[in-house]
């Protein structure tokens, strides 16, 4: 490690004094003009790991769905996963010492983790459309580069992109290839393959509205639909030629709004849908006849996945343990669905997504959904070996349907939740099933909910357990909301401290809106 060097570059992304940031759910976040030295001190960070791991490591700079004057960053790991939660810690370190402090804190964290310092480095960088992203991508440059690192610089890459190159690169290219046209080429020839045995053409399955979030989901699109125009054509709105990322817009906002974005017209029974800002969340909506906006989210897409996937086997004939992974958002309705009519076991994690991920791995066909509309579907190695063969081997209608199996897996991101990924599978089961929208979302009705934040001294008071269904401190607050659940029907409630802003988050789902309104209201002035 050459000491100098660094203090010399340190200095020039200097933190500023007394500034204290946590590596959260998804990496850092905050105010863009207070990440300089977090981005030069994750390059440094970067290389470390990358020598641990003698792999390939990812840098993104994103805030996803945070407003526009926001940004943040997060590493990835060898197989396209999120940081180790070990090193999450280290990130948190090194990010708030003081300059001084600095070189001792990387140094510590080598000794801890046993970097060879000699090992050879190799990281990859992505990064959003903001306008701070691309300074701060390359201070994350600057701090790979006086560690003795070697990058490669993606420029603009949606998240998923990048966790996907990150998995590619240290898989020998098993998985794919690791270039934006090997994504394309890889994702759209398992389209264009399902969507030629659908018999369902029309135009109503053949054409989607998306709204991009006036983000970088717009721009990978825009290069990408030519590959597939064979079997979808996309309509896109708030592709960033005039408003703001995620202002009014995007997945985060439907969601939690639950009303269309801005921008975008929608005729009665059409199918929408909307990314967020760095496109890895995606949630699909319309408006009945009767004008009325219906929202399609995390949880009814992994009923859709799943459903066509547990078919699909049926088909084949292969009896592979399935499961879904959902967290303490998802829809009641939804996990009651999954249990009860499709027999599929639900279990449920923590929020964000590396819980989920890690969950997921433990099944043949793991599929996982935040309700947000973050997830994907994860297919053990033997599955994967088993559908080929299949493909191959079998006779007639078995093997069609392990052909479509096949397609299916080459179409999933399998490193990260994936919107665009995720869009061209379920625009490929909608058409293969010839079902509506409408039909879609009549699976099953959603319990009326309320999400509300709450503002507190120190979110930190609350704790919580049973995958945060449970409030475990402060004493007594847990009995109050049990209390307050028994007086509505068909309801539950929870509290939990936010990963990603300094609030605590309310939830709340009962018979009727009404209800469900009145609960997360009374659960609230329980939190104070
Ligand atoms: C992050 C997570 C998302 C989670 C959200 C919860 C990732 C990549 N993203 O955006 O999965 O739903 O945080 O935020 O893990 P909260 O803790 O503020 O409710």
Redesign the pocket.
């Known amino acids: 490690m050459d000491l100098g060097a660094i203090t010399k570059y340190s200095a020039l992304h200097a933190k500023p004094n007394g500034l204290i940031l946590q590596y959260?759910?998804?990496g850092f976040r905050t105010k863009a003009e207070h990440l300089d030295h977090v981005m030069f001190r994750m390059g440094l960070l970067a290389v470390l790991r990358s020598k641990q791991t003698k792999s390939t490591i990812g840098v993104m700079v994103t805030a996803?769905?945070n407003p526009e004057e926001d940004n943040g960053v997060?590493l990835v790991d060898p197989l396209g996963e999120?940081l180790a939660p070990s090193w999450e810690e280290h990130a948190t370190c090194l990010a708030n010492a003081e300059e001084q402090d600095m070189q001792r804190v990387l140094i510590d964290i080598s000794e801890k983790e046993a970097v060879n310092l000699q090992q050879d480095a190799f990281v990859v960088i992505g990064r959003d459309t903001r306008p701070s992203s691309e300074k701060l991508s390359q201070s994350v440059i600057d701090g790979v580069t006086v560690l003795g690192g070697q990058f490669h610089d993606y420029g603009l890459l949606t998240t998923p992109q990048l966790h996907y190159m990150v998995y590619c690169r240290n898989t020998g290219g098993r998985y794919g290839k690791a270039t934006i046209e090997g994504y394309y080429q890889k994702l759209s020839k398992a389209f264009v393959e399902l969507t030629k045995q659908a018999s369902c053409s029309g135009d109503e399955y053949r054409s989607l509205k998306v709204d991009c979030a006036n983000g970088i989901g717009a721009l990978k699109l825009r290069e990408m639909e030519h590959y597939f125009s064979q079997g979808l054509s996309v309509q896109l709105f708030n592709d960033g030629s005039k408003g703001k990322l995620n202002h009014l817009c995007g997945a985060d906002f439907v969601k939690s709004h639950q009303k269309p974005p801005q921008g975008m017209e929608i005729k009665s029974n059409e199918r929408c849908c909307s990314f967020d800002g760095d496109a890895?969340r995606i949630v699909y909506y319309y408006h009945d006849t009767d004008g009325h906006f219906h929202l399609i989210d995390g949880d009814k897409i992994a009923t859709l996945i799943s459903s066509f996937l547990k078919e699909l086997l049926v088909e084949i004939g292969e009896s592979l343990n399935i499961g879904v992974v959902q967290?303490a958002y998802a829809n009641g309705s939804s996990t009651r669905y999954l249990e009860e009519v499709m027999k599929v076991p639900v279990y449920c994690t923590k929020?964000?997504?590396?819980h989920l991920h890690h969950k997921a791995q433990e099944f043949d066909i793991g599929v996982y959904f935040?309700a947000?509309g973050?997830g994907t579907a994860l297919f053990s190695t033997a599955v994967e070996m088993k559908i080929k063969q299949s493909a191959q081997q079998l006779e007639d209608k078995k093997r069609k349907a392990a052909k479509m199996l096949e397609n299916i897996i080459d179409l999933f991101n399998q490193a990260a939740?994936d919107a665009i990924s995720d869009m061209l599978v379920i625009e490929a089961i909608l058409a293969l099933k010839g079902l509506t929208v409408q039909q879609w979302d009549a699976l099953y009705t959603d319990l009326p909910n309320r999400q509300l934040k709450v503002q507190v001294a120190d979110r930190r008071v609350i704790s919580t357990t049973n995958a945060e269904r449970q409030a475990v401190t402060p004493p007594g607050l847990q009995e109050a909301i049990n209390d307050l659940v028994k007086k509505y029907k068909l309801s539950r409630a929870f509290v939990?401290p936010?990963?990603?802003?300094d609030v605590v988050?309310v939830y709340a789902e009962a018979d009727s809106q009404e209800s469900a309104d009145h609960l997360a209201h009374e659960v609230s002035l329980a939190v104070f």
Do not use: C, F, W
């Not at 936010?498 to 802003?501: A, D, F, L, Y």
């Open positions: 959260g759910t998804a996803s769905h997060k999120m890895d967290t929020t964000g997504v590396k935040e947000n973050h939740g939990r936010s990963g990603t802003e988050r």
